[in-house]
T-cell receptor, first 109, second 112 residues
Framework: SQQGEEDPQALSIQEGENATMNCSYK?????LQWYRQNSGRGLVHLIL?????REKHSGRLRVTLDTSKKSSSLLITASRAADTASYFC?????????FGAGTRLTVKP | EAQVTQNPRYLITVTGKKLTVTCSQNMNHEYMSWYRQDPGLGLRQIYYSMNVEATDKGDVPEGYKVSRKEKRNFPLILESPSPNQTSLYFCATQSSVGTEAFFGQGTRLTVV
Protein backbone atom coordinates (compact mmCIF):
# COMPACT_ATOMS: atom_id res chain seq x y z
CA SER A 1 0.00 0.00 0.00
CA GLN A 2 1.11 3.60 -0.52
CA GLN A 3 2.68 5.21 2.50
CA GLY A 4 2.71 8.81 1.31
CA GLU A 5 -0.04 10.79 -0.31
CA GLU A 6 0.81 13.98 -2.14
CA ASP A 7 -1.51 16.91 -2.36
CA PRO A 8 -2.49 18.37 -4.74
CA GLN A 9 -2.43 15.74 -7.48
CA ALA A 10 -1.76 18.47 -10.04
CA LEU A 11 -0.61 22.07 -9.76
CA SER A 12 -0.31 24.68 -12.50
CA ILE A 13 1.42 28.02 -11.87
CA GLN A 14 3.12 30.85 -13.73
CA GLU A 15 6.87 31.17 -13.96
CA GLY A 16 8.20 33.13 -11.00
CA GLU A 17 5.50 32.00 -8.59
CA ASN A 18 6.12 29.67 -5.68
CA ALA A 19 4.90 26.07 -5.73
CA THR A 20 3.95 24.18 -2.57
CA MET A 21 3.32 20.45 -2.48
CA ASN A 22 2.30 18.46 0.54
CA CYS A 23 2.87 14.89 1.58
CA SER A 24 1.05 13.00 4.31
CA TYR A 25 2.02 9.57 5.57
CA LYS A 26 0.53 7.00 7.88
CA UNK A 27 3.16 5.35 10.07
CA UNK A 28 6.31 6.38 11.90
CA UNK A 29 9.28 7.08 9.68
CA UNK A 30 13.05 7.37 9.90
CA UNK A 31 13.50 9.69 6.93
CA LEU A 32 11.46 11.45 4.28
CA GLN A 33 12.78 12.26 0.84
CA TRP A 34 11.54 14.20 -2.14
CA TYR A 35 12.19 13.16 -5.72
CA ARG A 36 11.53 14.67 -9.09
CA GLN A 37 10.61 12.82 -12.27
CA ASN A 38 10.62 14.20 -15.76
CA SER A 39 8.10 12.51 -18.01
CA GLY A 40 8.66 8.73 -17.94
CA ARG A 41 12.26 8.96 -16.83
CA GLY A 42 14.02 7.81 -13.68
CA LEU A 43 13.49 9.68 -10.44
CA VAL A 44 16.10 12.13 -9.27
CA HIS A 45 16.74 12.80 -5.60
CA LEU A 46 16.09 16.35 -4.41
CA ILE A 47 16.37 16.44 -0.65
CA LEU A 48 16.30 14.20 2.44
CA UNK A 49 15.00 15.22 5.84
CA UNK A 50 15.43 13.04 8.91
CA UNK A 51 12.66 12.46 11.42
CA UNK A 52 14.40 14.62 14.03
CA UNK A 53 14.69 17.58 11.65
CA ARG A 54 11.99 20.17 11.04
CA GLU A 55 13.21 22.11 8.05
CA LYS A 56 15.83 21.86 5.32
CA HIS A 57 16.88 24.07 2.45
CA SER A 58 18.62 23.35 -0.81
CA GLY A 59 18.86 26.15 -3.32
CA ARG A 60 15.29 27.12 -4.24
CA LEU A 61 13.86 24.16 -2.34
CA ARG A 62 12.57 24.24 1.20
CA VAL A 63 11.25 21.14 2.92
CA THR A 64 9.45 21.01 6.24
CA LEU A 65 8.54 17.99 8.31
CA ASP A 66 5.92 17.79 11.04
CA THR A 67 6.08 14.32 12.58
CA SER A 68 3.18 15.07 14.95
CA LYS A 69 0.94 15.62 11.93
CA LYS A 70 2.75 13.02 9.80
CA SER A 71 3.16 15.51 7.01
CA SER A 72 5.80 17.25 4.95
CA SER A 73 5.79 20.08 2.46
CA LEU A 74 8.05 20.94 -0.45
CA LEU A 75 8.27 24.58 -1.47
CA ILE A 76 9.88 25.57 -4.75
CA THR A 77 10.49 29.30 -4.86
CA ALA A 78 10.68 31.46 -8.00
CA SER A 79 9.62 28.58 -10.20
CA ARG A 80 10.90 28.13 -13.75
CA ALA A 81 9.45 26.34 -16.75
CA ALA A 82 12.20 23.75 -16.30
CA ASP A 83 10.68 22.83 -12.92
CA THR A 84 7.77 21.22 -14.77
CA ALA A 85 7.82 17.61 -13.60
CA SER A 86 6.21 15.19 -11.18
CA TYR A 87 7.31 15.34 -7.56
CA PHE A 88 7.17 12.41 -5.17
CA CYS A 89 7.71 12.04 -1.48
CA UNK A 90 9.20 8.81 -0.16
CA UNK A 91 9.35 7.57 3.42
CA UNK A 92 11.30 4.79 5.04
CA UNK A 93 10.98 2.98 8.34
CA UNK A 94 14.43 1.43 8.22
CA UNK A 95 13.36 -1.55 6.14
CA UNK A 96 11.92 -0.32 2.88
CA UNK A 97 11.09 2.88 1.11
CA UNK A 98 7.61 3.76 -0.08
CA PHE A 99 6.48 6.45 -2.46
CA GLY A 100 3.34 8.49 -2.79
CA ALA A 101 1.37 8.92 -6.00
CA GLY A 102 3.03 12.25 -6.80
CA THR A 103 2.13 15.83 -7.67
CA ARG A 104 2.26 16.87 -11.30
CA LEU A 105 3.64 20.43 -11.44
CA THR A 106 3.29 22.54 -14.58
CA VAL A 107 5.08 25.88 -14.71
CA LYS A 108 3.88 28.07 -17.54
CA PRO A 109 6.40 30.45 -19.14
CA GLU B 1 30.49 7.72 -13.32
CA ALA B 2 27.84 6.38 -10.95
CA GLN B 3 25.35 4.36 -12.95
CA VAL B 4 22.30 2.18 -12.59
CA THR B 5 21.74 0.34 -15.84
CA GLN B 6 18.52 -1.38 -16.73
CA ASN B 7 17.95 -3.52 -19.79
CA PRO B 8 15.99 -3.60 -21.91
CA ARG B 9 14.51 -0.09 -22.01
CA TYR B 10 11.48 -1.21 -23.95
CA LEU B 11 9.95 -4.66 -24.28
CA ILE B 12 6.80 -6.00 -25.86
CA THR B 13 6.11 -9.63 -25.09
CA VAL B 14 3.29 -12.16 -25.11
CA THR B 15 1.42 -13.61 -22.18
CA GLY B 16 3.25 -16.49 -20.56
CA LYS B 17 6.66 -15.97 -22.11
CA LYS B 18 9.28 -15.77 -19.37
CA LEU B 19 11.38 -12.66 -19.33
CA THR B 20 14.12 -11.05 -17.26
CA VAL B 21 14.83 -7.37 -16.77
CA THR B 22 18.38 -6.79 -15.67
CA CYS B 23 19.65 -4.14 -13.29
CA SER B 24 23.30 -3.44 -12.63
CA GLN B 25 24.97 -0.79 -10.45
CA ASN B 26 28.57 0.30 -10.12
CA MET B 27 28.25 2.16 -6.81
CA ASN B 28 28.89 -0.80 -4.49
CA HIS B 29 25.50 -0.20 -2.88
CA GLU B 30 24.08 -2.73 -0.45
CA TYR B 31 20.39 -1.94 -0.96
CA MET B 32 18.59 -2.50 -4.25
CA SER B 33 14.91 -2.49 -5.10
CA TRP B 34 12.41 -2.81 -7.92
CA TYR B 35 9.38 -0.60 -8.41
CA ARG B 36 6.57 -0.49 -10.88
CA GLN B 37 4.91 2.76 -11.83
CA ASP B 38 1.34 2.94 -13.05
CA PRO B 39 -0.71 6.07 -13.79
CA GLY B 40 -2.27 7.52 -10.68
CA LEU B 41 -0.60 4.97 -8.40
CA GLY B 42 2.90 6.34 -8.13
CA LEU B 43 5.72 3.88 -7.51
CA ARG B 44 4.97 0.61 -5.78
CA GLN B 45 7.76 -1.55 -4.47
CA ILE B 46 7.91 -5.08 -5.86
CA TYR B 47 10.97 -6.54 -4.09
CA TYR B 48 13.97 -5.21 -2.24
CA SER B 49 17.33 -6.58 -1.23
CA MET B 50 19.36 -5.38 1.73
CA ASN B 51 22.40 -7.40 0.76
CA VAL B 52 23.65 -10.31 -1.29
CA GLU B 53 21.40 -13.36 -0.89
CA ALA B 54 18.89 -11.31 1.13
CA THR B 55 15.65 -10.41 -0.64
CA ASP B 56 12.23 -9.44 0.68
CA LYS B 57 8.79 -8.82 -0.73
CA GLY B 58 7.56 -5.30 -1.21
CA ASP B 59 3.94 -4.27 -1.66
CA VAL B 60 3.22 -5.97 -4.99
CA PRO B 61 5.43 -9.10 -5.32
CA GLU B 62 2.89 -11.43 -6.94
CA GLY B 63 4.01 -12.65 -10.34
CA TYR B 64 7.62 -11.56 -9.87
CA LYS B 65 10.87 -13.14 -8.71
CA VAL B 66 14.25 -11.65 -7.96
CA SER B 67 17.70 -12.88 -7.10
CA ARG B 68 20.76 -11.21 -5.59
CA LYS B 69 23.72 -13.50 -6.15
CA GLU B 70 26.20 -10.65 -6.38
CA LYS B 71 26.14 -7.12 -5.06
CA ARG B 72 26.03 -5.29 -8.38
CA ASN B 73 23.16 -7.18 -10.05
CA PHE B 74 19.50 -7.50 -9.13
CA PRO B 75 17.46 -9.02 -11.98
CA LEU B 76 13.67 -9.00 -12.03
CA ILE B 77 12.10 -12.16 -13.41
CA LEU B 78 8.58 -12.58 -14.72
CA GLU B 79 8.06 -16.33 -15.03
CA SER B 80 4.70 -16.08 -16.77
CA PRO B 81 3.89 -12.47 -17.63
CA SER B 82 0.28 -11.35 -17.82
CA PRO B 83 -1.26 -8.18 -19.28
CA ASN B 84 -1.73 -6.68 -15.79
CA GLN B 85 2.06 -6.56 -15.52
CA THR B 86 2.19 -4.03 -18.32
CA SER B 87 3.90 -1.13 -16.60
CA LEU B 88 6.97 1.06 -16.28
CA TYR B 89 9.59 -0.61 -14.12
CA PHE B 90 12.42 1.04 -12.20
CA CYS B 91 15.40 -0.39 -10.43
CA ALA B 92 16.90 1.69 -7.64
CA THR B 93 19.99 1.41 -5.47
CA GLN B 94 20.97 2.96 -2.15
CA SER B 95 23.97 2.59 0.09
CA SER B 96 21.41 1.67 2.74
CA VAL B 97 17.68 2.22 3.15
CA GLY B 98 17.03 5.81 4.14
CA THR B 99 19.76 7.27 1.97
CA GLU B 100 19.55 8.84 -1.45
CA ALA B 101 18.22 6.44 -4.07
CA PHE B 102 19.64 6.28 -7.57
CA PHE B 103 17.26 5.12 -10.25
CA GLY B 104 17.75 3.39 -13.55
CA GLN B 105 16.24 4.84 -16.71
CA GLY B 106 13.25 2.53 -16.56
CA THR B 107 11.91 -0.39 -18.57
CA ARG B 108 8.61 0.02 -20.32
CA LEU B 109 7.05 -3.43 -20.52
CA THR B 110 3.97 -4.29 -22.54
CA VAL B 111 2.43 -7.75 -22.22
CA VAL B 112 -0.10 -8.62 -24.90
Amino acid sequence: SQQGEEDPQALSIQEGENATMNCSYKTSINNLQWYRQNSGRGLVHLILIRSNEREKHSGRLRVTLDTSKKSSSLLITASRAADTASYFCATDDGNDMRFGAGTRLTVKP
Amino acid sequence: EAQVTQNPRYLITVTGKKLTVTCSQNMNHEYMSWYRQDPGLGLRQIYYSMNVEATDKGDVPEGYKVSRKEKRNFPLILESPSPNQTSLYFCATQSSVGTEAFFGQGTRLTVV
